[in-house]
């Protein structure tokens, strides 16, 4: 008890702040590995657009030789970029709501509780999310492969690799925002019907924008305004080992606006927290 | 020099509000340090909010928390690692073995994860519980969970244990247990703890009482003075005549 008042207000070392990252990290990936179910129908899903909706839609859909592709290619090869993105995007969606359950269940609380900084929690937070993501994306392009489906050469999934983590930062970041906006689990609900849905229709992701400029402007504005749209197309670029910086820009911007909405939110003096724990 | 030691926590004139709903309303006390304080109130006394405002979750609107004369507004990372807590709810991560779980609070308090392996071993050899290291939180009972809470609770070698409402949901002789588990740790360590509850046979004729009713401090000190300041015979008593409202006399 007699600490010196030195002592007891030293600044955390860094070494402390990565063994806390590296806890964070490792919870949320045995969280994950424990829940085999998450893992499955996150790969099943982009699958069935894969190899169903894709496959149905390669005769109806006719794409011209866009940017980055250089030649035709297949409608399966174009919506490859989107259903990572969409992998992303449940993920974020996912670790949202695992947030309003720890909130629910206290487990929040034990985090926030941490004398790291509130910001340092919560984008340990935000990287685990990433990370999972990531795993879930490439666990995705490895049963692509098998379809042929492909990069044009194999760095592709490296240079891919920086545009999932800064969309897959981007779309966590969403989650967290809407995290903090959620009162309850069962309005869960809402989020799919209102973020996912619209998010994932209203993008480049199952049609390039040309073709929704030809029926609607009003809607192409609006997909051209769609984070995911860029999330969409920075992957679809990376992949290609090419640079989309429009997209990148984008995605940097909507990246640093969600967390600073999420950090607002989740601060102890202003945080909309206080109207759920009471 | 002072010579009155540091109190363990020290709440001064913290007032918070829900809209128009006072919740806390000019809270005013202090709590010794190796002393086991309750913290007594009936449900809606505003116990969960000043728990919330001591552990940061959210801050206070007006007044001030300090835990061993740290700010925890000024200096909340000191003032947090002081600090162990263990919430009304239970959060041990259910999927998590028990050994997963004390690591995983560890390295939220940035401990090197050998030591936090050796330290969570010891803890709950200590606890009766070195066989059970590998199990999933989910298969232990309700006072089992508690007293692993409490282990994860001091993992980090705090000063000052909180406890809200821990005895909530277990039976008789859990509740027994944890009682006596936390007495020894005041006893045997000296800790400093602080000890919500609205079960009024958990008090003790000896500890600092602090009697919570809708947002404001009705008396403080040790249990016998009250009961004796208060002119009653037991101490559920002088809380029926401090509070006012006989019809809301807390369990028994």
């Known amino acids: 008890m007699s600490l010196t008042a030195q002592d007891r207000i030293k600044p955390l070392a860094l070494r402390q702040y990565l063994i806390c990252l590296w806890g964070i990290v490792w919870r949320e990936g045995l969280r994950f590995l424990h829940q085999r179910e998450r893992f499955i129908s996150a790969l099943v ?49 996912q670790s949202s709501l695992s947030m309003v359950y720890d909130r629910e269940m206290g487990s929040m609380r034990t985090l926030l509780i941490s004398p790291f900084p509130r910001w340092f929690l919560l984008s340990s937070k935000l990287f685990a999310g990433v990370f999972v993501s ?23 999934y490296v240079t891919v690799l920086p545009a999932l983590a800064l969309c897959g930062l981007m779309l966590g970041a969403l989650g967290m925002v809407l995290s903090s906006l959620i009162k309850q689990l069962e309005n869960f609900a809402g989020v799919m019907n209102f973020v996912i849905f619209p998010m994932f229709f209203a ?19 609006a997909c051209a305004l ?32 969600f967390l600073i909405a999420a950090l607002i939110a989740y601060d102890p003096a202003r945080g909309m927290l206080m109207r759920k724990n009471t | 020099m002072n010579a009155l030691p540091t109190p363990a926590l020290c709440v001064t004139n913290l007032t918070h509000a829900y809209g128009a709903r006072k919740a806390l309303d000019d809270v005013t006390f202090s709590t010794p340090q190796g002393r086991f304080t309750v913290l007594l109130g009936l449900n ?9 405002l001591i552990t940061r979750l959210y ?38 073995s028990l050994i997963q779980n004390l690591l995983y609070h ?21 606890a009766g519980l070195s066989g059970r290291a590998q199990d999933k939180a989910r298969t232990l009972s309700g006072g089992q969970m508690r007293r692993v809470e409490i282990l994860r609770a001091l993992m980090h070698a705090p000063h000052l244990l909180l406890l809200d409402e821990p005895t909530v949901g277990l039976d008789i002789k859990a509740r027994a247990d944890l009682i006596a588990q936390v007495r020894s740790l005041v006893k045997e360590q000296n800790l400093s703890v602080l000890w919500t509850t609205h079960l009024i046979d958990e008090i003790d004729h000896d500890d600092e009482v602090i009697i ?16 004796k300041n208060s002119g009653a015979a037991t101490i559920s008593e002088a809380f029926a005549l401090i509070t006012g409202n006989h019809a809301e006399r807390p369990l028994i």
């Open chain 1, 203 to 221: 993008s480049s992701a199952l049609y390039p924008l040309w073709r929704v400029k030809e029926s609607s402007p009003y809607l192409y504005y």
């Open chain 2, 212 to 227: 919570l009713h809708q947002g404001k401090i009705l008396a403080t000190g040790r249990a016998d003075h009250i009961i």
């Open chain 1, 134 to 156: 990531i795993l879930q994306v490439y666990a995705y392009l490895l049963i692509a492969y098998f379809w042929e489906i492909e990069p044009p050469s194999l760095w592709g």
């Open chain 2, 59 to 96: 801050a206070a609107q007006q007044g001030e928390i300090n835990i061993f004369g740290l700010n925890i507004i000024r200096h909340p990372s000191a003032a947090l690692r002081q600090l162990g807590v263990v919430f009304q709810s239970r959060t041990l991560d259910l999927e998590l």
């Open chain 1, 45 to 93: 899903r982009p699958l069935v657009w894969l190899f169903i909706f894709a496959a149905g839609f390669r005769q109806v859909l006719g794409i011209s030789i866009i940017p980055p592709y250089d030649t035709y290619i297949l409608y399966e090869v174009y919506i490859t970029p989107g259903l990572m993105a969409m992998i992303q995007l449940f993920n974020g969606m």
């Open chain 1, 226 to 257: 769609n984070p995911f749209t860029h999330a969409v197309e920075l992957i679809r670029f990376s992949f290609y080992q090419k640079f989309d910086w429009i997209s990148c820009a984008a995605v940097s911007a909507y990246t640093a606006v």
């Open chain 2, 44 to 52: 809606g006394a505003g116990k969960t909010t000043l728990f919330s």
């Open chain 2, 106 to 126: 560890a390295a939220l308090h940035g401990i090197e994860p050998k030591k936090a392996r050796a330290l969570g071993l010891a803890a709950l050899e200590r």
